[in-house]
Every structure is written in structure tokens, then in C-alpha cells.
Antibody, heavy 117, light 113 residues
């Protein structure tokens, strides 16, 4: 069974940093591209970043480019999102999802990031 | 960037009705190479993660009831739910994965009348 479990969310002050993790199981992680998608409270879905299986291709939304870094460790079956210079508008539930240049067939349950002083 | 315009933003229905949700992309999602449309539909129930319903515009994901029908090509797409059931009350999103940045529609909230 495919499982994606996000962690690392929490309350952080504006301008600070936070690193999210997504632990994958139930499939060969190194064969799949991965994504971060976020959802602000009461709002819709926003794609954040994608990374190919070997990290050769990386894409970011303009809203996070230069502040967020997506990465992965295939030996640890883990996807990461390093977030710096956080803003109040980054407050959201952050999901990881499987698939690149493909629909997102599998999603985690999300980890909540709250940016507030 | 491809803009996805979804309508309506909300829809009040009675059980048993047929509903239609529209999604329009600012650029064609049809690949000239394989004639496939890179458009997906997701369902999100309160407190849950999104669930993939339809991909390639009209292919139902495994386990999705056949009352969910995706159609359209190019820039105009539709999700039809025939004979709506109470369990279908949720938010629905379209998404293009034709190019980066991937973009979602703003969503349609399906509510009980």
C-alpha cells in the first residue's frame, strides 16, 4: 500500500525557516517524481514544487522560487521541502504527492505550517 | 503560465440530480504527439486529502464510480456527476499537468440543496 507521511510543520515566525519531510513507503520511491502542494485555510490547492526521480529536474511555483528548495534522499525514501524567509501567506497545509508530468494519484495527509508572530 | 478557470464556484444539488462542473484552460492541454489531454479532476471531502477521480480528461481512476464522467479536449473540459449521492458532496478541482507550473482550478463546492 502506497503511503506518504508528511512531518515537520508547526508555528514559525515570519522570516524564519522550516524544513518539511515526506516519508514514502509501499512503492519504489526512486522510480517516481514527487511534489509539494499546499492549501491555505479555507482555500484551494496550489502546486508548490516538483522534483524528478533522480533530482535532475526541479520546478517551482513563482510564489516560492528563491525561498523554497525541494530535495529528496532516495536511500531514505524521503522527500523534503526547505522553506526560508517564510511569510504569513505561506500558512497552509502542505501535502506531498507522487507523480511528475502525471496526475497526482497518491497524496499524504498533510502537515500544517503556520507563519505568525 | 496556464490559467485554469473553473465554474461554478459552488453548486447546490439534491440527491439524484446530474451536475456539471466546467474547467477552461488558457492554453490547449492536448499533446500533439499522443493526442492526449493532460487534465485531471480531484475530489476533496472535508478534512481529507484530495483524491484523484479522472485523468487524461476522461479516464476514471481505479475504484471511482462510473457516475463520474470526464469529457472535453483542448481548452474546455467537463466533469459530470450523474445521480449525485450524499457521499459526493465535496470540493472538486481540475488540474493541468501539461506544463509547469502545474495549475489547479479554484474549485467547485458541491452542496446539498
Amino acid at each position: 500500500e502506497v503511503q506518504l507521511v508528511e512531518s515537520g510543520g508547526g508555528l514559525v515566525q515570519p522570516g524564519r525557516s522550516l524544513k518539511l519531510s515526506c516519508l514514502a513507503s509501499g512503492f519504489t520511491f526512486s522510480n517516481y517524481g514527487m511534489n509539494w502542494i499546499r492549501q491555505a485555510p479555507g482555500k484551494g490547492l496550489e502546486w508548490v514544487a516538483s522534483i524528478s526521480s533522480s533530482s535532475s529536474y526541479i520546478y517551482y511555483a513563482d510564489t516560492v522560487k528563491g525561498r523554497f528548495t525541494i530535495s529528496r534522499d532516495n536511500a531514505k525514501n524521503t522527500l523534503y521541502l526547505q522553506m526560508t524567509s517564510l511569510r504569513s501567506e505561506d500558512t497552509a497545509l502542505y501535502y506531498c504527492a507522487r507523480g511528475i508530468r502525471a496526475p497526482f494519484a497518491y497524496w499524504g495527509q498533510g502537515t500544517l505550517v503556520t507563519v505568525s508572530s | 503560465d496556464i490559467v485554469m478557470t473553473q465554474s461554478p464556484s459552488s453548486l447546490a444539488v439534491s440527491a439524484g440530480e446530474t451536475v456539471t462542473i466546467n474547467c477552461k484552460s488558457s492554453q490547449s492541454l492536448l499533446s500533439s504527439g499522443n493526442q492526449k489531454n493532460y487534465l485531471a479532476w480531484y475530489q476533496q471531502k472535508p478534512g481529507q486529502s484530495p483524491k484523484l477521480l479522472i485523468y487524461l480528461a476522461s479516464t476514471r481512476e481505479s475504484g471511482v464510480p462510473d457516475r463520474f464522467i470526464g469529457s472535453g479536449s483542448g481548452t474546455d473540459f467537463t466533469l459530470t456527476i450523474s445521480s449525485v449521492q450524499a457521499e459526493d458532496l465535496a470540493d472538486y478541482y481540475c488540474q493541468q499537468h501539461y506544463s509547469y507550473p502545474n495549475t489547479f482550478g479554484a474549485g467547485t463546492k458541491l452542496e446539498l440543496k
